[in-house]
């Protein structure tokens, strides 16, 4: 088992690719997984460049788990699958864009969205 995510330039993915993403200190950039076709905002992980790589090359979500410090695709354990539709890097080269097509729940907690749990109020 990694305990850390792989080096930038240490995997597979086009260095074109590579050279365009800014991670975090530990090599990691958030990504957004979006319903494909509703755009409903599923779920947020994290993906370094072996991940990303991974996703790209076999149109299925793979993350970097920050609390397990392992690889995860997405559905394999909870049969709750993220089929890859396409992925977007933002203008800053910081975030990506996972639209998928998600069968099942997408939040660990059984839930469709991680988003629909808690809304908070906002003051008018």
């Not at 905002?41 to 790589?53: F, I, P, Q, T």
């Not at 097509?101 to 059984?110: E, K, M, R």
Request: glycine share 8%; with cysteine; charged share 25%.
């Amino acid at each position: 088992m990694s305990t850390t995510p792989a080096a930038p330039g240490s995997t597979a993915l086009a260095p074109d690719i590579a050279a365009r993403l800014k991670r975090t200190e530990d090599g990691l950039l958030p990504a957004i997984a979006q319903q494909y076709d509703t755009g409903e905002v599923l779920m947020l992980g994290w993906m370094d460049d072996e991940a990303l790589h991974r996703t790209l090359t076999t149109g299925r979500c793979t993350y970097w788990s920050r609390s397990r410090s392992e690889y995860w695709v997405k559905g394999d354990t909870s049969g709750h699958f993220q089929h890859v539709k396409e992925v977007a890097l933002d203008c800053d080269g910081d975030t990506l864009l996972v639209k998928v097509d998600q069968v099942g729940a997408a939040c660990h907690t059984g839930d469709r969205t991680c988003f629909d749990a808690d809304v908070l109020p906002i003051a008018r």
